[in-house]
Every structure is written in structure tokens, then in C-alpha cells.
């Protein structure tokens, strides 16, 4: 099905894929420290660890994390957005041995890229709040669509404060409204000087969704 977008909207995208590819071309992209967060190191070697199955990064960068799943016996899928991110993703996991299927593509356009889960577990590492808003129900649709039942997602974010645009940033309540069949389970501040958060949900069944109340 075709989409028809405004001038302002197609000029939102323009810019979100402009500054990604600058950040990868000047070699400093903040989300890609080349360390795996412990919150996703919690979800996966924890006490409360999840049985390993098929796992799906969104704006995986230069593949980090897609590798570290897959050494601990995840079956991976990676999305990034920038040929140069998606390039050094497919060398590190060259480098590592890890079978990762690292593929260029639209996080909010996952019919696209050639990923049809199901998926147990997704992973986002600062992709959704830079999306711009007209394409946020894609992303939420693309990953309902590919979720197992009782599928995790946990996902980090910066708060709209932490950016001078109208556009960026991600709260709570979003989540809650974009994810419908999803439950919000879990919202922790970050540890960043400007705010940010880790947020879970889990994919459900016939529920409006629910969640937390605490955090906005």
C-alpha cells in the first residue's frame, strides 16, 4: 500500500537519516560506546534470565549488542539505517565468529527489510525516540507483527527535554498509547547528566495494555 506523506514530514526523515549518517561519518555516534549496557547484560545473564531464542536489534549501529546475544545463544537479526553502521556491524561479527544477519534498513518499515520473526526479544538502543512521530506506529505495528507471544521489548530513550527539537524523545506514556497488546512493566531512569530511560514491555494477549503508573 502506497503512504502519502507532507513535504515537512518527508523533510523530518531527510534530516533523522542526515544526522545518523554524519554521526557514523564522524565516528561518534554517543549511543554506540562499543559496551553493552548492563540492562541488557541483567536481561540476558541475570537471575530472572530469559531463555535464549530469536532476537531482533532496531538501529543496531556497528553491532555491539547484536553480538553479544549472539554469544550468549540468541538467533539475531539487526536493522540499521546507515550503510557505514551496518558495513562495521557485519565486520565485528565477522571478527567475533557470531552468526548475526545484519541488514540496512527502516526500522519503521520492517515488511521492507526481510525480517519476519517471530521474535522473543527485541532490542532498542536509542532508535525509537529519534524516529519522527508520523512513522512511530510503523515501528510499533512492525514489532506487534513480529512478536511471540510474550515477547519482550526493552528499549532505551532520551526524554524530550534532553533535545532543542519538538520532534525527538520518548515518555512513558507514548509507549503506552503506540503499544496496544503491549504491557509497560518496567520504566528506570538512566544514569545520563540529561534524562533518559529504560523501558520494558511485554507483548501480550487481549490486554489494553496496562503498566506502569509512576512515571510519565
Known amino acids: ?21 554524519d554521526y557514523y561519518r564522524d565516528g561518534t555516534p554517543p549511543w554506540d560506546s562499543g559496551v ?6 541483567a536481561l540476558v545473564e541475570g537471575p ?10 532496531l538501529g543496531c549501529g ?3 549488542n547484536a553480538v553479544y546475544l549472539a554469544r550468549h545463544g540468541w538467533r539475531v537479526a539487526a536493522v540499521d539505517l546507515v550503510d557505514r553502521a551496518v558495513l562495521q556491524a557485519r565486520e565485528k561479527a565477522a571478527a567475533a565468529g557470531a552468526d548475526v544477519t545484519v541488514l540496512c534498513g527502516d526500522a519503521t518499515r520492517l515488511d521492507e527489510v526481510g525480517v519476519p520473526g517471530p521474535y522473543d526479544l527485541f532490542f532498542d538502543l536509542s532508535c525509537y525516540c529519534g524516529i519522527p512521530p508520523h512513522r512511530r506506529d510503523a515501528y510499533a505495528t512492525g514489532l506487534t507483527d513480529r512478536a511471540a507471544p510474550g515477547a519482550r ?11 532543542d527539537d519538538p520532534i525527538s524523545g ?7 498509547a503506540r503499544f496496544p497488546g503491549w504491557q509497560l512493566t518496567d520504566v528506570t531512569p538512566g544514569t545520563n ?12 494477549t487481549g490486554a489494553d495494555g496496562g503498566g506502569v503508573s509512576s512515571f510519565t
Not at 502519502?4 to 514530514?9: Q, S, V, Y
Not at 553493552?36 to 547484560?41: F, M
Open 62 to 64: 556497528t553491532g555491539t
Open 36 to 41: 553493552t549496557p548492563p540492562e541488557l547484560v
Open 170 to 176: 520518548v515518555t512513558a506514556d507514548e509507549l503506552r
Open 153 to 163: 521489548l526493552l528499549m532505551f530513550g532520551y526524554g524530550p527535554e534532553a533535545f
Open 1 to 21: 500500500m502506497s503512504e502519502t506523506r507532507t513535504a515537512a514530514e518527508l523533510d523530518q526523515e531527510a534530516a533523522v537519516r542526515r544526522a545518523l549518517e
Open 193 to 204: 547528566p540529561v534524562p533518559t530511560f529504560w523501558f520494558t514491555l511485554h507483548r501480550t
Open 48 to 57: 530472572d534470565a530469559l531463555t535464549p531464542g530469536q532476537a531482533l536489534e
